[in-house]
């Protein structure tokens, strides 16, 4: 017997409150919860994933609904993808942050060159943001460490989520 309704799920940080919504609402994720490397659940009812491929799976219709983060909607170009509900979890801030020098790298780029260069998972939430601001950015995109372009000289400055900061204070960036 196939699921009547197909949940894509977020593997990761959003993982643990999203299974705990889910079992508030009567759905059994006992077997999502064995831990082991299946990716589909219940008959297909639930489909773990990483979360940046959640519009993906329920734009193609290979999910019916799916749970991600806000980052990933802003950032994803299906239009067929909305958000229907904030869920309340995964609570966590964009920043800008660079190196914590005297004089400010990222200050210091805008006053030289009036361009900042900037490494981020997430290119137009940046590039959003700067256009807000009337600063202009070059966007490169990076996928693993963000951190580590200011640390590098690649960029002058990261946007990137945060939910403590402690990530950001250990590798000396404000």
Do not use: W
């Amino acid at each position: 017997m196939t699921a009547e309704l197909t949940i894509a799920i977020p593997r990761g940080a959003l993982l643990g409150d999203t299974l705990a919504l889910l079992d508030r609402v009567g759905i059994d994720t006992s077997e999502v919860r064995a831990g082991d490397r299946r990716l589909l659940f219940a008959d297909g009812a639930l489909i773990t994933m990483r979360p940046s491929d959640v519009p993906t799976y329920v734009a193609s219709g290979a999910a019916d609904i799916g749970i991600t983060g806000k980052d990933v909607l802003r950032e994803h170009d299906e239009p067929a993808v909305i958000e229907l509900r904030d869920l309340g979890f995964g609570g966590c801030r964009m920043v800008l942050a660079s190196v914590d020098e005297d004089p400010d790298p990222l200050q210091e780029a805008l006053r030289r060159h009036g361009i900042v260069r900037v490494a981020t998972k997430y290119p137009k939430t940046a590039q959003a943001y700067f256009r807000a601001t009337g600063r202009q950015a070059e966007i490169v995109e990076v996928r693993g460490s963000v951190e580590l372009a200011p640390l590098t000289r690649m960029a002058e400055a990261i946007v990137d989520l945060t939910a403590t900061g402690t990530t950001l204070r250990d590798n000396g960036l404000v």
